[in-house]
């Protein structure tokens, strides 16, 4: 259709595929760019970092009114101020409002005054404690951490649906035990990790709002050009729509 506004998403992989979050939101046109990311490691990120704006470029060249860039621990991994003049270089350089994964979980958690949060991610070592260090600096306090130890682009997608919840509510059960109350929520780190049928699975076992990568992207693109109506059946953070601004 040709009123559809167009989102032009950066994405770390080559094949540069549309979410299947997109599907959701069918008000909106897709088009990619990708970035041919192939390890999730810090040395990984830094082979493909510097190409971001270029794809953002060619993306707005195309169409787009808006960009997303997806992959969290792609744009985390350098830190909080780094994400922030990531985001303001891309829109420096197309003159079009931007977001991040990293941004839409953040604005995910923030939307649900969540402060003390579980976090269960796809990563290793290296790459877990610098989103710690992010999420402290985006104003959280991480009660616990757990990670799947993961460093090939394409092993998060082949993570079960049983071993995420497993991840989410080991996440959950760990943080309890240490401080003795529930967290104020959960988060699921990576884009890779297939979690939009199981938000809603995890909400009912933990008691908590849940976050996680794709999802909270997409609803973050979304929002950007006014389409994120509420969307039943996949969690509290769909089901709400755009939500207030965080």
Known sequence: MSGEPIVGLV??????????????????????????????????????????????????????????????????????????????????????????????????????GVKRVAVGTAYADEVNRRLRQFLTDSGFEVLTLEGLGLEDFGAPGQVTEDEIVALGERACSTAQAATGAAPDGLLISCGGLRTLELTATLEDSCGVPVVSSRPAFMWSVARLVGQAQPVQGYGRLLAQGAGAAA
């Open 11 to 112: 994405t770390p992989g080559g094949e540069a595929a549309v979410p299947a979050e997109a599907e959701l939101y069918p008000g909106v046109r897709f088009i990619t760019a990708g970035l041919g990311l192939q390890r999730l490691t810090p040395a990984g990120y830094d082979a493909v970092i510097d190409g971001i704006v270029e794809r953002a470029e060619a993306l707005a060249a195309r169409g787009a009114v808006a960009i997303g860039v997806s992959g969290t621990s792609l744009t985390f991994y350098r830190g909080y101020a780094f994400h922030e003049q990531l985001k303001e270089s891309v829109r420096t350089a197309t003159g079009l409002p931007v977001t991040t994964m990293s941004t839409g979980v953040v604005d995910g958690l923030r939307t649900f």
